[in-house]
């Protein structure tokens, strides 16, 4: 059974930067989709990106556009969510997750394997 391990998490002042690391052990994550979410206390679990097998049609929420930047290294069988110029708002516990398949989904469902999450605290 494969795993994912989350890491580069941590607090940062607002306008700061981030990189959150997925590490894969059993999946070849070139040929899987990948989500990113995030949980902030009190609320639903939201998408913040995903992108399809070979990277096609990533996509960004609106609130993390122009500021997120997800990625994959297929050589280290890693994802990462680089993340700037942070807002208090982006306080999340942060996860990622992979689907078999050529296309990312905003649906958390979608997904049938989860990290167990890494914290984003962004405050001054």
């Known amino acids: 059974q494969g795993q994912l391990v989350e890491s580069g998490g941590g607090s940062v002042q607002p306008g700061g930067s981030l990189t959150l690391s997925c590490a894969a052990s059993g999946f070849p994550l070139q040929y899987y989709a990948i989500g990113w979410f995030r949980q902030a206390p009190g609320k639903e679990r939201e998408g913040v990106s995903c992108t399809g097998m070979s990277d096609a049609y990533t996509f960004y929420e609106d609130p993390v556009k122009g500021r997120f930047t997800i990625s994959r290294d297929s050589a280290k069988n890693t994802v990462y969510l680089q993340m700037n110029g942070m807002k208090p708002e982006d306080t999340a516990a942060y996860y990622c997750?992979?689907?078999?398949?050529?296309?990312?989904?905003?649906?958390?469902?979608?997904?049938?394997?989860w990290g167990q999450g890494t914290q984003v605290t962004v405050s001054s």
């Open positions: 997750a992979i689907a078999r398949g050529a296309y990312g989904s905003r649906t958390p469902s979608q997904y049938s394997y």
